[in-house]
């Protein structure tokens, strides 16, 4: 259940792809890169060491929008012919975040929360959005409640795709939106 070490990997080790990883062969110290190692096969254990950040990663795969990438530029959905040529793969850093109360790095969706500056109007239909602006509302202190958040000064587009939604603004009307498929959406109104 190792997930560095396995005797599933071990037919594999020869074309890992590690860069970083200590690893030793029945007891001596090998080289931290395990291509170096002469005969993989002897190589009995991997160690993972801690990567510094913010990373740069560059790979292929998913993007939040469900779709493949690199994608062909015809059709976004379909995988590109030459995915597994690294001269195509996407390249950026990592965003994960610091989670002072659970002590993990984490990253995911962006959801953040504001106050209703723009009127939110029902669309005709999901594929016909509204648009609308919340004024951002972020963290400034270690507190939780009354004064931990405060306007940030940042507006955000956001897009309404719900026919059966529809708020006047107002400086009590609580939003929070959340990034999904590249576009700010509404998560929760409050009713004032």
Do not use: H
């Amino acid at each position: 259940m190792d997930p560095y070490f396995s005797t599933l990997i071990q037919d594999a080790i020869e074309k890992v792809d590690f860069v970083a990883a200590n690893n030793s062969s029945k007891g001596k110290s090998v080289d931290l890169q395990i291509k170096k190692a002469n005969k993989k096969s002897i190589v009995d254990e991997i160690k993972t060491i801690g990567l510094r950040g913010p990373m740069m990663l560059s790979g292929f795969g998913i993007d939040i929008a469900g779709n493949p990438v690199p994608s062909d530029p015809d059709d976004i959905t379909t995988i590109n012919e030459d995915a597994l040529n690294r001269n195509n793969w996407n390249t950026g850093p990592v965003n994960l975040m610091w989670d002072k109360e659970r002590k993990i790095w984490s990253g995911g969706l962006e959801v953040l929360s504001g106050i209703l500056t723009g009127d939110i109007s029902a669309p005709s239909d999901p594929l016909n959005p509204t648009t609308f602006t919340v004024e951002v509302l972020r963290k400034t202190s270690d507190d939780k409640g009354a004064g931990a958040l405060e306007s940030s000064g940042e507006e955000l587009t956001c897009y309404n795709r719900d026919p059966s939604l529809s708020q006047v603004a107002g400086t009590n009307v609580f939003v929070i939106v959340i990034r999904l498929n590249y576009e700010w959406t509404p998560l929760w109104v409050s009713c004032p």
